[in-house]
């Protein structure tokens, strides 16, 4: 985060009034946290259960190719 040391301009007084005021409207939902975090952890475990079945896969298939060269 970026701090201003010195007085606001008259652009930045009036964009920090705006933003300010539209943060005010918005309304506050007091187990956000909680559904976004159990979202990215859902994600977060498909993600890795998917890669250790491509792992197995390629895992498997590299055995299977080496065993057949090994056999011809």
């Given amino acids: 985060m970026i701090y201003?040391?010195?007085p606001l301009s008259d652009t930045e007084r009036r964009l920090?009034?705006?933003l300010?005021?539209?943060a005010g409207g918005v309304p506050v939902s007091p187990d956000a946290y909680r559904r976004a975090r159990a979202t990215w952890r859902r994600r977060e475990r498909?993600?890795?259960?998917?890669?250790?079945v491509v792992i197995a896969?390629?895992?498997?298939f590299a055995n299977l190719v080496g065993l057949w060269a090994l056999n011809h």
């Fill in 16 to 18: 920090h009034d705006a």
């Fill in 57 to 60: 896969v390629v895992f498997t």
């Fill in 20 to 22: 300010d005021a539209l």
């Fill in 46 to 52: 498909r993600r890795r259960l998917i890669l250790a």
């Fill in 4 to 6: 201003h040391t010195g």
